[in-house]
């Protein structure tokens, strides 16, 4: 069982710090979602290890939720550099881009 500090008073006034929120701009996706659009969306995508490691998912979770951007619309590319490199995902085609783009 825990000791009670009796040296401490209780009129020492309690010094608590209230941190404001931070707010999410357009730079920080607030979503898995968003931040693997964002991933795939790089020049030079990502691979499967990279969104793994970032957005801490199995293997097989990495490629359903890239299954499951494929079956909502997205163009994403998958390449093999070389033999012995592994294999990178990239986004060709956001269709939000494209239905932006049509309506302007």
């Known amino acids: 069982m825990?000791?009670?500090n009796k040296d401490k008073t209780a009129d020492v006034p309690v010094g608590w710090v209230v941190k404001p929120r931070r707010r999410l701009s357009a730079k920080n996706p607030k979503t898995?979602?968003?931040?693997l659009i964002r991933m795939l969306s790089s020049?030079?995508?990502a691979c499967a290890d990279a969104i793994c490691q970032k957005l801490g998912w199995l293997p097989h979770s990495t490629r359903a939720a890239?299954?499951?951007l494929r079956k909502s619309g997205f163009?994403?590319?998958?390449e093999r550099p070389g033999p012995s490199k592994p294999r990178r995902y990239r986004i060709i085609a956001n269709p939000a881009a494209e239905v932006a783009?049509?309506?302007g």
């Open 32 to 35: 898995k979602r968003d931040q």
């Open 66 to 68: 890239i299954s499951g």
């Open 75 to 78: 163009d994403v590319s998958s």
């Open 101 to 103: 783009r049509n309506a």
């Open 2 to 4: 825990a000791k009670l």
């Open 43 to 45: 020049t030079n995508g």
